[in-house]
């Protein structure tokens, strides 16, 4: 007797492991270094679209650390 056809699928599959690794600097410090990194980059790039492209990462990257700074604010501590 044959195994349906979704285990015999299932079989099949090709099992993807995540590269895991602990991260060095801060997501605030990585974010900084990306920034300033990408500023350089835009200074040397002619207006049009890749420019604009950067421009909104950098954008991207203000506002995560904007939120960053939200999140860990003594406003939002929870009491014990």
């Known amino acids: 007797m044959r195994a349906p ?3 015999e699928r299932m079989e099949q599959r090709v099992v993807i492991k995540r590269r895991r ?6 997501l605030e410090e990585r974010l900084a270094q990306d920034t300033a990194e990408l500023r350089e980059q835009a200074k040397m790039l002619p207006p049009g679209r890749v420019r604009e492209h950067v421009m909104h990462r950098i954008r991207q990257n203000e506002a995560a650390s904007h939120l960053c700074e939200l999140l860990r604010s003594p406003g939002l501590q929870l009491s014990e």
């Open 5 to 7: 056809a979704f285990l």
């Open 21 to 26: 690794f602990k991260q060095t600097k801060s």
